[in-house]
């Protein structure tokens, strides 16, 4: 199977199980996202190993795991907001239970750990707060957050085969262009005037405002993420899609992105 239909079969896959685990109900959605959150911060914490840092891969995963499972449980209002308090204590743990793993490099691994946390599981634990943001379960915010960022991927690789000649940042990726960029964004912002008719949970205007985040803070979290890679000289932060990479090279954008829609939508619901 050559790598372009090997490409399309796993993108193809992995967008029917995202799409019909967020539409069907709130335990698929749960569910599908708390393995997620496992499987990328476990990557992460593999990445991270290339080079002489040991995280505490088991015990950051565990709690990437308590984070996400917490914050659902709280949504989906099985709890009041106190349960989230338990995170406190477990994210200090870190730091004891280096004392017990005698390695040499006890801040680096602390500092990997907990930086796990935050750059993976934190994100995909604010997803919660995007399919309860009516005040019920609900697939609409999400399905348009994903519509826009798939949009803009499939404009800017587009735009950018036919036209770039202009480098976005080279030092980091080489294969962005300016071109590609203004591509992706003509596409979000058509696709997030489209749903707007749609998915009507939000304003039109809201949409445009969470276009424009996607379009720039997904490319900054593109380009992050191509950033980490790069300093440990690998392709791809893992193997477990074929023809995609691993789960950070899926959601790379979505993961830097994601903490500024979520602020964006409660300051605007407070105000």
Known sequence: MNNFFKRALTAGGFVAVLLTCTFYNQLTFSLLFLL?????????YTLAEKGQNKPQKMWGTMLGAVLFTSNAIVCFGYADYKLLLINIPLLFSVFIVELYTKATNPFRNIAFTILGIVYV???????NYLVTFTGTFSYE???????????SDTGAYLAGSAFGKNKLFPRVSP???????????IASYGVAFIISGWYTSVSV??????ASILIVIGTLGDLVESLFKRSKNVKDSGTLLPGHGGILDRFDSLII?????FTYLYLEKLF
Request: charged letters at 10%; a negative charge; proline letters at 4%.
């Open 141 to 151: 915010i999400l399905f348009g957050f994903f519509f826009i960022l798939w949009s």
């Open 36 to 44: 997620i959150t496992i499987l990328g911060v476990w990557e992460f």
């Open 175 to 185: 294969g962005k262009s300016w071109e590609g960029t203004i591509g992706g964004a």
């Open 257 to 261: 992105a994601a903490p500024f829609v």
């Open 121 to 127: 599981a934190v994100p995909f634990s604010l997803l």
């Open 205 to 210: 205007i809201d949409w445009m405002v969470i």
